[in-house]
């Protein structure tokens, strides 16, 4: 059961494959909800990623509008429920033993947690795909119980310099880098009722991998929680390397060939991520003063506490410093949409500029590249203090910078904050750049036959067959 978001869908088709792949009894329907904003991701995924044992079913909705408030996203999941259990109801089959295929659960995204009741209706077990980082999983259980023994106050960690003893972390937690709804009266109660669905399932499937995250993961093995199993990572390497893109991104990657290993800058902000003119200004005046090669993702963002599509600025001389495109053109190349992991992937990336998604992390590990923190909205900002004080893997920006989404007011980063990031995040002898080779080796293997991601998902399936019986 699948919510079709940029950071969602990739990954849990990528599970899905992994499934198949693994136990020939195994045939996978990813059932979509089509996306809230009209785009069509889902359709232009699916042609790509087709498998005899994997079949897709994309519930029709009604057109909906390009920009919408967040909290209603999760009354329009609500409203699909009947649909949803139309599809499922076809896939259950037969229910006498021996009798034929029949449904083994349902695997939903951590978005689409009504559907626990469509399950419960068909008498299959029911399960998460958790598509962010198991410490923030276990701070969110950490937190919803908090929050129900009447220990938690929304008002007592908005702007706050407290720290809290989170145990899915080593370190004390800052509340400025809470999730942007654990600070928000009204998202506050959907994220905690989405929790407490969480502990009826039978288990959660995370995209992380056991050697990146042992804290997080020996509280979620402790018992208090449904078993949690590291999967990852779990990534989408393929997709940039479709026909998307055209011209443009075999521009964007010429480009890339003809510049000096480990010598360019790669700043993108994900399928959410713009900025508005004052903020675009302060990153050029950064990237300028730094000397450093860039490819500069740029984006405007969608109005104002809206989550929706970014768009592309009409004409950069308007916005950017007069003659910033002009001194630096021999040197950097601004672009719209960017593929993402061919980017990372090319040898002349020294460096990622990130909103810390946790695609983007896990992408940015796999491929080596160290990570500068911009956080911007969901979770980024606990993924960044992950990323920088627990971890060791990047470098910081800011950790607790927050976007227009879900804020009240969104501050502007001054470039001399970037450029200090930046020079930080080039530099080619640093320690965060050894680490974040170490990690990346470790990454691949852990996915390998006998590897740790690999063993978790053995263990899944046989648990899965278990509670069936």
């Known amino acids: 059961m699948e919510f079709p978001g940029a950071g969602h869908l990739p990954s849990a088709v990528e599970l899905a494959k992994l499934l198949v792949d693994r136990d020939h009894r195994l045939s996978v329907t990813v059932v979509i909800i089509p996306s809230l904003y009209g785009d069509n991701t889902s359709s232009s995924y699916i042609s790509a990623a087709s498998d005899d044992r994997l079949r897709y079913d994309v519930i029709s909705v009604d057109d909906q509008p390009t920009s919408v408030p967040m909290y209603n996203l999760f009354t329009f999941i609500e409203n699909q429920k009947p649909k949803v259990k139309a599809a499922l109801a076809k896939l259950a089959g037969p229910t006498r033993p021996g009798s034929g295929p029949r449904l083994a659960g349902v695997v939903m995204d951590m978005f689409c947690m009504p559907m626990i009741d469509v399950a419960n209706e068909l008498c299959v077990p029911s399960y998460v795909f958790y598509t962010s980082n198991a410490g923030v999983l276990g701070l969110c259980f950490h937190v919803q119980r908090l929050y129900d023994e009447s220990e938690y106050d929304v008002d007592e960690f908005r702007d706050s310099d407290t720290e809290l003893d989170v145990p899915s972390l080593t370190r004390p937690f800052p509340a400025k880098c809470f999730p942007s709804a654990m600070l928000n009266d009204r998202y506050l109660p959907l994220m905690l009722g989405q929790i407490r669905r969480f502990r009826e399932t039978k288990g959660i499937l995370v995209n992380t991998f056991e050697e990146l995250e042992p804290q997080a993961l020996r509280f979620l093995a402790g018992g208090e929680t449904p078993p949690a199993y590291a999967v990852g990572p779990l990534l989408d390497l393929k997709y940039d390397s479709l026909e998307s893109g055209g011209e443009k991104k075999a521009e964007i990657l010429r480009w890339l060939d003809s510049q000096p290993p480990r010598s360019v800058v790669f700043l993108c902000f994900g399928s959410m991520g713009g900025f508005g003119e004052d903020q675009a200004r302060e990153i050029a005046v950064a990237l300028e003063r730094s000397g450093h090669r860039y490819l500069w993702s740029l984006r405007r963002a969608p109005p ?14 308007e916005i950017l410093p007069e003659g910033f495109l002009d001194r630096t053109s021999a040197i950097g190349k601004i672009i719209g949409w960017a593929p993402q992991t061919e980017v990372l992937a090319n040898p002349a990336i020294g460096g990622f500029v990130s909103h810390c998604g946790w695609n983007s992390i896990l992408e940015s590990l796999w491929f080596g590249v160290p990570t500068a923190t911009w956080p911007l909205y969901a979770e980024q900002q606990f993924n960044a203090f992950e990323m920088v004080e627990e971890l060791r893997l990047a470098v910081e920006i800011r950790m607790s910078f927050r976007g227009d989404f879900m804020a009240a007011e969104a501050d502007v980063m001054t470039a001399e904050e970037i450029e200090r990031g930046i020079r930080c995040l080039m530099a080619q002898d640093s320690d965060v750049r050894r680490k974040v080779k170490e ?27 278990e509670n069936l019986s």
Do not use: Q, W, Y
């Open 304 to 317: 104002k506490g809206t989550m929706g599509p970014t768009g592309d600025f009409t004409n950069l001389d």
């Open 439 to 465: 990690v990346s080796d470790r990454c691949h293997v852990a996915i390998m036959d006998g590897g740790s991601s690999h063993a978790a998902l053995g263990k899944f399936i046989r648990d899965a067959e």
